[in-house]
């Protein structure tokens, strides 16, 4: 349509974010043009201040906006297990379920020949320096259950192996609250695989 | 969980968008960290000028970056048709039909006393004055079909009446892709009055 070109620009940019398609750009657009002028600013200032702002935590390479993440700075975490993650996001996911209190690792990725990512793309030498002559009893392989994710678990597993420190990957099965009918067969066979005592 | 407070920020400030709920806003938030700084940067600029540089057109109240807004510079629009809209985001609604090839006029809202939202609140006045004595011959009331949009509908057809120009209402019933058993009753009622010949 015969848009203003700066509400056409801004619906460009707004449709390049993940998940926005044209129609939720154009709400999201017409509610920043509908809105006070401070909050559209403190917005667009919020973007700009992450970008300079934050960069990767130098222990764990998780995003932080000091030198280290609030995690890594957090004493009261749990200094024994660290789980090995493909991105700063998997942390956020993690944590959402309340199940974990250790360190973290972030990869920066998964092992994927097809795409060029091999070892030395990922952080997989600063992690072995984190777990040499460390007090780490475990090591948790939180990668996702897909091929990039199942072939970096194994690929780590191999490495960490000769260290000595317990290795573990987490659980596949089917998704609580979801329908048995509706698990893919790789899920619901893996969910039978991994079967264990009524408890 | 603990994030960097800058990354908090952003988050809280993405939730306030419309239709961005916390994981959307996580998936963009995260997004925005791993793209390039020109990227981010651009979406940014892009919400700040639209701020400051667009406003009303002041001839039909639709959003412009001009003195006059796109369609209203048009001249190769119909000059003698203008739809009556609340919302300049309806504008882009009637233009995505491409049915409409006419002018516009943006109420700013629809009467609602509830709301304390009545005539005055509206740009009615600004509507009269294009009606009085210009060469329209058909004003399309195109509020919503719900309790607000029909009032002003009823409201500005008695007030356009007495200047003898044609005044339309546009069709309500089944909309086109859905299905007969998911309509509500007053929709299917109202298909049902206005059923016309098969053609």
Redesign the interface.
């Known amino acids: 349509?015969?848009?203003?070109?700066?509400?056409q620009?801004?619906l460009d940019?707004?449709e390049?974010?993940?998940?926005?398609g044209p129609k939720?750009a154009?709400?999201?657009?017409?509610?920043?043009?509908n809105t006070d002028?401070n909050?559209?600013?403190?917005?667009?200032?919020?973007?700009?201040?992450?970008?300079q702002?934050?960069h990767f935590c130098r222990n764990c390479f998780n995003?932080?906006?000091?030198d280290v993440?609030?995690?890594c700075a957090?004493a009261s975490r749990d200094q024994t297990a660290i789980a090995v993650v493909a991105?700063?996001?998997d942390?956020?996911a993690i944590?959402?379920t309340g199940s974990y209190h250790g360190l973290y690792h972030v990869l920066g990725g998964a092992l994927s020949p097809m795409d060029g990512i091999g070892p030395e793309q990922l952080t997989i030498t600063e992690l072995m320096g984190r777990l040499v002559d460390s007090g780490l009893q475990e090591v948790i392989l939180a990668t996702s259950p897909n091929v990039e994710g199942e072939t970096t678990a194994v690929y780590l597993a191999r490495m960490i192996a000769p260290l000595g420190i317990r290795t573990t990957r987490l659980a596949s099965g089917l998704p609580v609250g979801g329908d048995l009918e509706f698990a893919d067969e790789v899920t619901l066979g893996r969910a039978f695989d991994d079967r264990h005592e009524f408890s």
Not at 16 to 20: A, N
Request: glycine share 2%; net charge positive; charged share 25%.
């Open positions: 349509m015969a848009q203003s070109p700066l509400i620009r801004l940019e707004l390049r974010l993940p998940g926005i939720s154009q709400r999201i657009a017409y509610w920043l043009l002028e909050q559209a600013r403190r917005l667009a200032e919020s973007i700009v201040e992450v970008k702002n934050i995003y932080a906006q000091a993440c609030p995690i957090d991105e700063p996001r942390i956020v944590e959402r």
